[in-house]
């Protein structure tokens, strides 16, 4: 398999020069400015039009020249001129992704998968943080189309429409991603929330659990954290249940503060069975500070997360939890975002299965609950 022509701007290095070699010593030595491409040419021996296609389209050339010519170029220590290239490509081959929080690894593993599929198709990423305030997610919007980005990831559907025609009349497709919603104006590759939630509730149900708790984040502004709380809701109405009675405390994406949260639950007159927590980063928090009081999980308490980052096989015990395809959601999402910039269709929306991870940290619910000792 051949390099994408990208690898050049993202990995080039100055090679060391044998003594045997005559050729690119000499370039070596006489050359004190900057490498051109004429001077990759002379050194390889062939014209600039096959140093071209080397750089941009290597499968076109016989493998033994593309070797000289990549010697070449890390003998010289030669960058391509990136301006050159945008010009004539008229694009930047770079994607802008936003996504709300760099704190923990909830996002990680699929922007991995989203940046390693873009490297495949000859893109770079720049990534930026909101901190899930929507003000600071339109500031990073227009900047990066500032910057020239083709296109933009964003996480969710939660935001000002009116940002959409914007990005429309600047010719920048956008597409969503850790969501899936049916009808949405977005385009989105991603799982739909409330479905797996709601199958991870009907499980804790399932084991017995009426008196349960819920640690959310923030739900105004983030239609996954919404959809999850909703997807409980639906559990325990089908259930015969009060979807009104459920004890819901909503906070930041923090172990600490699942932790404390955990320790509002707890302490209620009539404290739940079982915690489900909205994302793994919050269940590792209840669990941690169910230690902390002595309470064994889930022989007292049982906590459930949701994402099956590695954290939640790492505590103990370990999380019971909805796995999502982070490394399959980043790749169709590049590959996706990719197609609508060098076709220029609207993309099309696809929703990828979720399963459950059943650990440790769910068991049946004991006869009597208890609070913090």
Same mark, same amino acid.
């Given at each position: ?87 004539? !490509? ?26 390693? !599929? ?119 109405a089908a259930h015969g249940l009060d979807p009104a009675a459920l004890a819901i405390i909503e906070t930041t994406y923090q172990i600490e503060s699942g932790g404390d949260a ?83 269709? !609207? ?27």
């Amino acid at each position: 398999m051949h390099e994408s022509p990208y690898i050049f701007l993202l990995h080039m290095a100055v090679a060391v020069v044998s003594s045997g070699d005559d050729q690119f010593g000499r370039y070596m030595s006489s050359t004190r400015t900057a490498p051109t491409l004429d001077d990759v040419a002379k050194a390889a021996g062939v014209s600039t039009a096959t140093v071209s296609r080397c750089l941009n389209t290597p499968d076109r050339v016989i493998e033994s020249t593309r070797k000289r010519v990549t010697d070449a170029i890390d003998a010289l220590g030669y960058t391509p001129n990136f301006g050159a290239r945008v010009m004539a !490509a008229k694009r930047t081959f770079t994607i802008g992704a936003i996504i709300p929080t760099m704190e923990n690894a909830i996002f990680a593993r699929g922007l991995q998968a989203f940046q390693e !599929a873009l490297h495949d198709r000859g893109y770079n990423l720049l990534v930026s943080s909101s901190a899930y305030r929507p003000e600071i997610e339109e500031e990073q919007i227009r900047a990066l189309v500032a910057r020239g980005a083709d296109g933009l990831l964003l996480i969710g559907h939660d935001r000002d429409p009116a940002i959409y025609p914007y990005l429309e009349r600047q010719n920048v497709p956008v597409l969503a991603a850790w969501t899936y919603a049916d009808g949405a104006s977005l385009p989105s590759i991603g799982f739909d929330n409330r479905a797996a939630m709601s199958a991870l509730a009907e499980e804790v149900l399932a084991r017995g659990h009426r008196r349960i708790g819920v640690i959310s984040g923030a739900t105004a502004g983030n239609d996954r954290a919404r959809q999850r709380v909703e997807g409980i809701r639906d559990a325990v109405a089908a259930h015969g249940l009060d979807p009104a009675a459920l004890a819901i405390i909503e906070t930041t994406y923090q172990i600490e503060s699942g932790g404390d949260a955990f320790d509002t639950l707890m302490g209620a007159n009539d404290p739940p069975t079982a915690i489900i927590c909205g994302n793994d980063v919050l269940a590792a928090g209840a669990v941690a500070r169910a230690r902390a009081h002595g309470l064994d999980v889930p022989g007292d308490v049982s906590v459930t997360g949701f994402d099956d980052i590695e954290l939640a096989r790492i505590v103990y015990p370990a999380l019971t939890t909805v796995h999502v395809p982070h490394g399959e959601m980043g790749r169709k999402a590049a590959c996706a975002l990719v197609d609508m910039v060098e076709t220029k269709q !609207a993309g099309v929306s696809i929703r990828l299965d979720t399963s459950l991870r059943l650990r440790g940290s769910l068991g049946p619910a004991p006869r009597q609950g208890h609070g913090p000792r």
